[in-house]
């Protein structure tokens, strides 16, 4: 099985002093226990190393944790830019988010999110999604 990873999930696995930090952890064990190949979209790639390229050593130390919790970077191509803009049109996500929702139709993987809105806009595109346990329980 494939999961694709929002920027949100690897931020928290990188950043120890991130609210998500645990569950991030906890999630990359499972996955690599379970041998679930890791894809992250170049578009989130770039959102997690937003921070760290502040700095070189940092940015060098990002990049190569990445590398070492066996991400593989997609790369999207012409149909994802589409499927991504038409996701950013229907939904209340950012582009990033699109991209990582595109990329998971394109892989046939899931989503694994911390953010919301990304997971109901999954489930409204008939994604799965990774239990993160963040989701609180919709009202009936």
Known sequence: MTVVLDADVLIGALDNSDTHHTRARRLFVSWERRNEARL?????????????????????????AIAALGITIHQPGEAIGVEAARLRSTYPISLPDAYCLASARHASARVASFDERVLRAAEGEGLATIETGTRRPRPR
Do not use: G, Y
């Open 40 to 64: 992250l979209s170049v578009v989130n790639l770039s959102e997690v190393l937003v921070a760290p390229a502040a700095d070189r050593r940092r940015l060098r130390t990002a990049r190569e």
